[in-house]
């Protein structure tokens, strides 16, 4: 068994593009997801080594100094992080000529060929579900033989594989969690609407929905929701329980935990047997009975997509939701005290002035606990970018969907609409939604309860200024 480094590498300064993360780019307030793309293989190969560089604030020559102790490295990658991450290969190979570095993750499950001409460096690519490629890499499997592998032969000729079978089987993975507990610091993970700290990990994998903007179900998920028994997970709480009793909140990361909802009460069930509290992602469609089941044991918030107000956008994104639907969703979670985080995006296709301004009226509605502005990002290999090559909206100058410091640009533009009218409607969007009497009532309500809750959002409150600021500095750099 090869000595193995899972690495996420460091990159922009408060970058939040862990493998865990639907959100690659700089945040609004500092956040950090677990890496649990990495932690998942990371568990299946013995005595292998996990940095999450970016949250512990690891800097690239401490990793450098590590090369040596290792025969292979594996690092998660993204399309903002590409160039960074194939410059952290270049940095270890260069202390250490015999190590072999390989790259999993979107983009190159999308793009093993086009990545790997990029990087002369890299000498594999695991594509689409990689856990089971990179064990095999690690074991010393021939790379001829292992499955669902990009590697360069011993002629530096790219041989593509043929691809691996999707796992149906979930149980078969191990806890990823035991790979947190050895070498992450829980504390370092924070999101600004879970409780702090907090755990994530996945129930499932896949998504049914066909959100042709969506990452994950395009490129490694899948659109069928592949599950873990409910033993197996209720089985990993309880060891999180004994392994993290400092925990205030569980979260499952799967793209839509409500996609069975069967499964979901029944996990709901389990969980209120532990007393545990805990959140989850879930679609804007979940009827009230089971909403009932999930608060009535332990749910305390769902992170739901809303992405835009207007019905035409909706459907233009196969979102397969209707916005009545998820007005009485909101209602009804307002009504049993469900909070939610509520996630928007701008400069979808059929986005105009007016639909931006529907859109902030419709939050402004429903009036979520907390949201995230984001803006359409066409990441290859989903039908969102196809639309844009096709259809001119993308342009070669904003491929790489962050900025220097990686803050989100407005990648998107159309004949009625700038990238510059797109990316100012995000400070609008949550000056509008935040400053109103009412939630800033709320907020402050919050904060006088809490003292821990004041200190946090006052430091919330400064880092998103900073962002402001630091946003106002992009737009006058584009303009």
């Not at 290999?381 to 803050?407: I, M, P, R």
Request: proline share 5%; hydrophobic share 40%; with cysteine.
């Amino acid at each position: 068994m090869m000595r193995t480094l899972f690495l996420q590498a460091p990159t922009f300064d408060g970058f939040d593009g862990g493998a865990g993360s639907r959100y690659q780019a700089k945040r609004e307030i500092k956040s950090f997801w677990y890496p649990t793309w990495l932690a998942q293989p990371a568990a299946l190969v013995p005595n292998s080594k996990l940095i999450d560089a970016p949250p512990h604030d690891i800097k690239l020559p401490e990793i450098v100094a590590q090369a040596d102790d290792f025969d292979l490295v594996v690092l998660h990658t993204s399309v903002p992080s590409f160039k960074s991450d194939v410059k952290t290969i270049e940095a270890l190979k260069a202390k250490n000529p015999k190590l072999i570095a390989g790259l999993i993750g979107a983009k190159v499950a999308v793009d093993a060929a086009g990545s790997m001409a990029q990087a002369p460096t890299v000498d594999f690519c695991a594509r689409n579900e990689f856990d089971f490629t990179v064990k095999e890499v690690a074991e010393g499997v021939p790379m001829a033989e292992i499955k669902g592998l990009s590697y360069r032969n011993a002629d530096g000729v790219v041989v593509h594989n043929e691809d691996r079978e999707i796992m149906t089987d979930m149980d078969q993975l191990p806890f990823v969690t035991s790979v947190y507990k050895r070498d992450l610091e829980m504390e370092k993970y924070f999101i600004g609407y879970l409780k702090h700290p907090y755990i994530s990990f996945y129930s499932g994998r896949g998504c049914k929905s066909r959100c042709t903007f969506c990452l994950w179900p395009q490129t490694v998920g899948g659109h069928t929701y592949r599950t873990r028994s409910v033993a197996h997970v209720i089985e990993e709480i309880k060891y999180c329980l004994k392994e993290f009793p400092q925990t205030k909140e569980f979260f499952f990361d799967d793209d839509t935990f409500t996609d069975n909802l069967p499964r979901a009460e029944e996990i709901a069930r389990e969980l209120g047997k532990l007393g545990v509290t805990w959140s989850c992602n879930a679609k804007a469609n979940v009827p009230r009975k089971t909403l009932e089941v999930l608060k009535a044991n332990g749910l305390r918030l769902l992170l739901v997509g809303y992405e835009s107000g207007n019905q035409q956008i909706l459907n233009n994104i196969k979102k397969g939701m209707r916005v009545e639907v998820a007005e009485r969703f909101t209602k009804d979670c307002h009504e049993l005290g469900i909070a939610i985080h509520g996630t928007f995006i701008l400069g979808l296709p059929g986005e105009t002035r007016e639909t931006i301004q529907e859109t902030i009226a419709f939050a402004k509605r429903i009036n979520p606990h907390t949201i995230q502005v984001s803006l359409a990002a066409p990441y290859p290999g989903t039908f969102l970018y196809k639309q844009a090559v096709e259809n001119g909206w993308l342009d070669k100058d904003n491929a790489e969907l962050v900025d220097e410091n990686g803050v989100q640009i407005a990648p998107l533009h159309y004949p009625h609409l700038s990238h510059t009218e797109i990316f100012n409607s995000v400070e609008a969007f949550y000056k509008k939604f935040y400053f109103r009497a009412p939630k800033i009532a709320s907020i402050v309500s919050e904060m006088v309860r809490s003292p821990d809750m004041m200190k946090r959002r006052l430091r919330e409150g400064v880092e998103f200024w900073h962002f402001l600021r630091e946003r106002q500095g992009v737009a006058k750099k584009a303009a």
